[in-house]
């Protein structure tokens, strides 16, 4: 092998730095190693055989300064690989709470702690036991790392900021509980306000092991907050059904969360969470949450169902799961409290607290004077959706199972009419509507109750004449 060949091979490797070889026409070839991580790259240059001496100076403190641009760079990548590794351990935590496993969150969250007072706060908040967790919606168009980069700044190290693996608009942030309650809406306030457009809901304070219920819990408030004048809202959890059903309800839960021991050990631990996240937000949204796949997340969700004695493909189905779960939950009554608990979910749902609640609650269709004057919801001063008309159609679309064009064709409208008018329903009774998940469980809970849709037509699998 020629000199010539050999000089850019030893530069390269780090043997030589600085070397020379040979050139055509009695010129010669200068290389320089430019970095410090092998293998080199290399400044290469011909020059006249003889040449003066500062041009070699000068390619000498050229090849410096690019090592010194070289290593800044490099700086910038691992700082990025750095970042990347962090924000994945942090979406490990808010996965493991989310799947109500505090004790696995505490364990991946054990490496943040020498990272610096940002990273050690997860601990810390983990650490409280309870807490809210809140989620910021970016602004149409904004760049969701800056509405993170200002949640981290807001909450410093004591709180858990991570971009929503589930909806690429969405920051999650998790934040021990404080005691007076106000501490979230202080902390996240001034980020809604420091761009239009921006919305946060704030759940209620909630033990670690219930941060997926928070988490629904925050998403319902970001529906009410686009109504909101300083577009931030807390949800306190009165509105919901579980406020209202009598004591009884527990031991029906039982019941229906009995079919479960169908399943072995292994399948109920892996299967159930999954399902129960699923019942929440969606197949899709749960295994984003999750990290599964939706074909994963769709088949736990269809074998627990099956187990409790229910079709996972039906909206009532899925309701009486995730209410059964909900109340699974709720720490158990007094025995005397119980003591009339044979009543079925039926029953349950015609009792007169449960009846007030929703007629109260579905009131707010009636008022279409209450939508925002910006016309963000579009249609809402429409006869068609207030009253009467607005119970029709989410009647409707209920009972056929929330499928979209077959709603509006019984309705006699055209399918995008119907897109538009849904989300305005939801936001007045503050239900995302528009997303797969809990909502529309709730709102036929509202709606069977009221007597809007026959009670008949929810299934209960502890009543076999149901």
């Known amino acids: 092998m020629s000199v010539r060949a050999r000089t850019p091979a030893r530069t390269r490797s780090g043997r030589a730095r600085t070397a020379f070889a040979p050139y055509d026409d009695g010129r010669e070839l200068v290389l320089h190693a430019v970095g410090r991580d092998r293998p080199h790259r290399v400044l290469a240059a011909v020059l006249p055989g003889g040449g003066p ?25 691992d700082r990025e690989v750095l970042r990347t590794a962090l924000r994945g351990i942090r979406v490990s935590v808010l996965q493991y709470l989310m799947l109500g496993n505090w004790e696995g ?66 920051v ?36 670690w092991s219930q941060t997926a219920s928070a988490y629904g819990a925050a998403v319902r408030a970001l529906t009410a907050a686009e109504r909101d004048p300083e577009r931030i809202v807390r949800d306190f959890g009165g509105s919901s059904l579980l406020a209202f059903l009598s004591p009884g309800a527990r ?18 631990a892996q299967a159930v969470p999954t399902a129960r996240r699923a019942l929440s937000y969606g197949a899709l949204r749960a295994g984003r949450l999750l990290g599964v796949d939706r074909t994963t997340a769709n088949k ?16 009532t189905h899925r309701a009486v799961a995730d209410l059964a779960f909900q109340l699974a939950d709720l720490p158990e009554p007094p025995d005397d409290a119980a003591s009339g608990s044979g009543a079925g979910l039926r029953s349950l749902l015609r009792e007169a607290p449960v009846v007030e609640w929703a007629t109260r609650e579905l009131a707010v269709l009636d008022h279409p004077e209450d939508a925002p004057p910006d016309g963000r919801f579009g249609c809402a001063d429409e006869p068609e959706c207030c009253g009467a008309s607005a119970r029709r159609l989410l009647a409707t679309w209920l009972g056929l ?10 309705l006699g409208m055209h399918r995008n009419t119907f897109a538009a008018r849904l989300p305005v329903l939801g936001a007045r009774l503050r239900l995302p509507l528009r997303d797969q998940g809990a909502a529309p469980y709730q709102a036929l809970w509202l709606l069977v109750a009221a007597g809007h849709i026959p009670v008949t037509g929810i299934p209960d699998p502890t009543d076999p004449a149901a």
């Open 53 to 77: 001496a500062h041009l070699r100076q000068l390619l000498a403190h050229t090849a410096g300064q690019l090592t010194l641009l070289d290593a800044a760079l490099r700086s910038r990548r």
């Open 300 to 315: 736990r969700l269809r074998l627990v169902l099956e187990a409790m004695g229910l079709d996972h493909r039906q909206v």
């Open 105 to 170: 969150a505490v364990r991946v969250a054990e490496p943040l702690a020498g990272l610096g007072a940002a990273e050690a706060g997860v601990g810390e908040v983990l650490a409280a036991g309870r807490g809210v967790v809140a989620v910021l919606q970016c602004a149409p168009g904004e760049d969701r790392t800056g509405a993170a980069y200002a949640c981290e700044e807001a909450v410093g190290g004591g709180g858990l900021v991570v971009p929503c693996p589930a909806d690429p608009r969405h």
């Open 401 to 410: 199972n929330c499928r979209a064009g077959a709603t509006a064709e019984a």
């Open 251 to 268: 031991a029906w839960s039982r019941q229906v969360c009995g079919g479960l021991r169908r399943l072995t050990e292994e399948q109920r």
């Open 172 to 207: 999650i942030v998790v934040l021990p509980q404080d005691p007076d309650g106000t501490a979230p809406l202080a902390v996240l306030r001034p980020v809604v306000g420091q761009a239009p457009g921006r919305f946060a809901g704030v759940s209620g304070p909630r033990p």
